[in-house]
């Protein structure tokens, strides 16, 4: 199994707190990205990271934000959060030895948050 | 359009038959196609990764590209009631940072 750890597996918060999630990879790989998971919707593309300090953004990245400052560790914050940010939360990750899309991408076991 | 279209089942089969389960796309640039199993409450297991079109096979998995029909599919033989699952389709292009997944087909396996 890809050494992955997301943390905290579950969490419940109020409307507006600030929220962050935290993924650790034991890999070493380059890629990392952060998906959400909706009934209906599958899993969607919140942001994604090449590098170490290298970001972007995903299809559904409005309301979050993250950090990569070391290779292992990739954080995904919610700023105030909201209702309709109640989801589970899948870190992912790749080495994609043959650029950008091209490898494998393995997930962790998710983080379930709910916003009351 | 959804770039990639799953059938959401609910399947229903039992135990020991063959399971098929397909994924259409439109973008014919995908060139990495993978299916992945998702048992309730955890994440996503990658099962098969191919490239291009052909098939592919892992034990009781076969996973099929069909690139000119822009279609893939996992067929599992001898399905087990373990096996019942959330599967899950995915494909992406060189150079992109995008995975596509399908929304997911639910299999039962009855015992």
């Known amino acids: 199994d890809a050494g992955i750890t997301q943390s905290p597996r579950h969490k419940v918060t109020e409307t507006g707190t600030p929220v962050t999630l935290r993924c650790h990879q034991t890999e070493n790989h380059r890629y990392m990205y952060w998906y959400r998971q909706d009934p209906g919707h599958g899993l969607r593309l919140i942001h994604y990271?090449?590098?170490?300090?290298?970001?972007d953004k995903g299809e559904v990245s409005d309301g979050y934000s993250v950090s990569r400052s070391k290779t292992e560790d990739f954080l995904l914050t919610l700023e105030s959060a909201t209702s309709s940010q109640t989801s589970v939360y899948f870190c992912a990750i790749s080495e994609s030895p043959s650029g950008a899309g091209t490898g494998e991408l393995f997930f962790g076991e998710g983080s379930r948050l709910t916003v009351l | 359009q959804k770039e990639v279209e799953q059938d959401p089942g609910p399947l229903s089969v039992p135990e020991g038959a063959i399971v098929s389960l397909n994924c259409t796309y439109s973008?014919?640039?995908?060139?990495?196609f993978m299916w992945y199993r998702q048992y309730s409450r955890k994440g996503p297991e990658l099962l098969m990764y191919t490239y291009s079109s052909g098939n592919k096979e892992d034990g009781r998995f076969t996973a099929q590209v069909d690139k000119s029909s822009k279609y893939i599919s996992l067929f599992i033989r001898d399905s087990q009631p373990s096996d019942s699952a959330t599967y899950l389709c995915a494909m992406s292009v060189s150079g992109t940072y995008k995975y596509i997944f399908g929304t997911g087909t639910r299999l039962k396996v009855l015992a």
């Open positions: 973008n014919s640039a995908f060139q990495y």
């Open positions: 990271s090449y590098g170490v300090k290298d970001t």
